[in-house]
């Protein structure tokens, strides 16, 4: 089945209205591919195989060594982490791009706890992505925390309740598995009414959502390269510290980056100041350097107008699954200010629903037990692609499509 | 002066007899560049580029998410961590490809701590890397040990003394400033015999020395990508955990790649079986197959092999550096058993005299206060390239090369 002419209208007229904020040239994407898993691994920016290139040919190859003050690799995870900085509403100086998410939050909360000694409960959403809350419950058994898993809904009840014991408030700007959006401004403001620290997993809103951490007051953050900032697999992430905590910013992991006179090859650590503290050891230059190039796609962009147009192309995404009668599975939020930039979709058999969409070349991926996620990157998804995914569901489903033995067989890794 | 025909000739000879471990047509080297910098920066493999290009085109461009899978970037750490495994000695399954050094060391002492609950001191270095200083006073700050700073020659003493108190005994293979190449097999004995854990940073050896961990008893075991093994500007780092310590291995940074079940989304830390137990976050992939592919440079090479021209290039530049005049300024060992894979050079203006060198097209390094550093990758650097580092050594030191304004004034990072 074709895209219904109602809805293929609707989405030309869209596309026109949002077209400020669609870079697909700037993208290397298989005609035709329907790609909705930007939330998961951004597709591959046109920029990124020449900026590769020249940093192994030239800038290792040739030049060497001398590339660490040539090339500033030294200065890339700063520099890097200011352009992401920009995305998150962070004036410069306050994120650096280093190791993992996991090992990212892994510093932070040993770091926030150090900042609230006389407090020890941390509060955490019981449905974070698995390693936030595995991460935690490691830095907690190090540090003397303790962990109260607390729904975000409830967060306002229980820090009411428990005071000055709390040290931190760590969630998700918005759910992995829903897609639903938090609201980071009321909670920081609430566990700032009581004297403890916010942190935010960007992972699912950096380059989609407009989180303002420097408005909004968010004391930490860590968030990854690999999805909306579309850095390629596995690249590196990054963590925000605000300026004002940077100065008491006591890292658990003290490695030679984060010295303030590295090539003094001193004995002791001696903290760097600003955001730099934060790093570590030496960083995946390649991954580092392919980040910062896939970034460039955001070059003159505006959070707002992205925003604007991921809103767009979720809302109009749910609108065609009610056209098409299947608007009942959708799991995410319909109000917009509780939307990130996926919608997810419920079916008993996610999984086989998933593999039968990919046959069709809608690309979108599942989480247990049974949701199909479909993540909207503004800068390369159109409105025209979100009609077929639309479509797709629900020929898919309706067509029972999910039964067949090919798509129930799982894979390794999904 | 161009090198002297005795030297000449003798390099010719030796070039000869250890021509089965050089490599150089595998290398995209500038020619006429004497490049003695691998133990900072490996060269590039002429395999890297090509395979940077498919993973950024095909594998992560075309077949975007599905490479997890097809291209199985989900097993990429602990498959490149084997083959890192062979090199230092390692049967499969106790290497793996993860983080930076300096987050490797500090997951090894947390858990070494665990594993000797009741012992409270760890021996290292006062002359360690300083990164290896730092991560450990910061991992001791959080789980109760006390770090006392022993040169290696005096840890046998030391561990008589201190007997049951010793948790671990954690020293580098090769000294990263003079060279000098500790005893692994004694060292590692002693500790056993107390009951105390080794663990061993190879950055200066993996790829130039026969470390022969599971030979020698090695019980923990960290390293970086980036010297010998030629992976790149701050390629992935490993590390090792010897089989039978594997169970007990508790990491302090529960991320959701050391999970048993990483997609069952559990909300509970359950660690994976074997080495993978030490993962934690999504690592760079980019970076991690360039590190793959640059491996290949060694296939089918024995380490005997390359340790032997290893030595040979170095203990030839000694005696080049003789010939001409500077051999007391040599500040390695010349015992074949007491040397790594660089000779260090004292001059109290290192600085400028390695950047005079560089001038001349010879790359080395300094390093505080006083060293010029040249390593020896035996996979690239030919004898002649030893005996012309020699002479321009020689040259800049007669000439006084190195009182000229332009090779005095310091870069940022050097």
């Known amino acids: 089945m074709d895209v219904p002419d109602d809805l293929a209208r609707r989405a030309a007229d869209l596309d026109v209205e949002h077209a400020d904020a669609y870079r697909r040239e700037l993208f290397s994407l298989p005609a035709d591919l ?32 001398r590339s660490w003050n040539e090339s500033d690799w030294w200065g890339a995870p700063e520099r890097v982490g200011d352009r992401i900085g920009r995305l998150v509403g962070a004036a410069p ?14 510093k932070v909360f040993v770091a926030a706890a150090r900042m609230r000694p006389q407090r020890r409960v941390v509060l955490t ?26 729904p975000p809904a409830e967060v306002a009840t229980r820090l009411g309740q428990l005071g000055p014991d709390v040290a931190l408030v760590s969630y998700s700007s918005v759910d992995y598995r829903t897609g639903e959006l938090w609201d980071l401004p009321e909670l920081t403001r609430i566990a700032h009414e009581l004297g403890a620290l916010a942190c935010w997993d960007l992972c699912h809103s950096a380059g989609v959502v407009d989180v303002r951490l420097d408005d909004h007051g968010a004391d930490l953050a860590v968030g990854c390269g690999y999805k909306y900032l579309n850095g390629g697999p596995g690249a590196p992430a990054f963590v925000y510290v605000r300026s004002e905590h940077q100065a008491t910013f006591d890292s658990p ?114 989480r247990e037990p049974d949701l199909v996620r479909l993540g ?39």
């Open 125 to 150: 959403d019981p449905d974070s992505f698995p390693t936030d809350l595995y991460v935690l419950d490691g830095a907690a058994r190090l540090a003397g925390l303790t962990v109260e898993r607390v």
């Open 253 to 366: 992991i003290t490695g030679w980056h984060g010295h303030v006179r590295p090539f003094a090859m001193e004995g002791a650590f001696d903290p760097a100041g600003g955001i730099t503290r934060a790093r570590v050891g030496t960083g995946p230059m390649l991954s580092i350097l392919a980040l910062e190039a896939a970034l460039s796609a955001y070059d003159g962009l505006s959070v707002p107008a992205v925003r604007a147009r991921s809103l767009s192309l979720t809302r109009f995404f749910v609108e065609c699954l009610d056209a098409l009668g299947h608007g009942d599975s959708v799991a995410t939020p319909r109000d917009d200010g509780r939307r990130g930039s996926q919608v997810a979709v419920r079916h008993p058999e996610a999984y086989a629903v998933v593999q039968a969409l990919m046959a069709r070349g809608v690309i979108g991926d599942f």
């Open 376 to 414: 909207f990157a503004p800068l390369y998804v159109s409105h025209h692609d979100a009609a077929r995914a639309a479509v797709a569901v629900a020929e898919v489903v309706d067509g029972q499509e999910y039964e067949r033995e090919e798509f129930r067989a799982r894979a390794t890794v999904t």
């Open 34 to 65: 329907v790609y909705l898993d930007g939330n998961s691994l951004g597709a591959l920016p046109r920029a990124v195989p020449a900026a590769l290139a020249d940093v192994a040919e030239r800038q290792w190859g040739d030049r060497l060594i």
């Open 93 to 106: 100086g306050q994120v650096v791009v280093t190791d993992s998410t996991s090992v990212n939050l892994f």
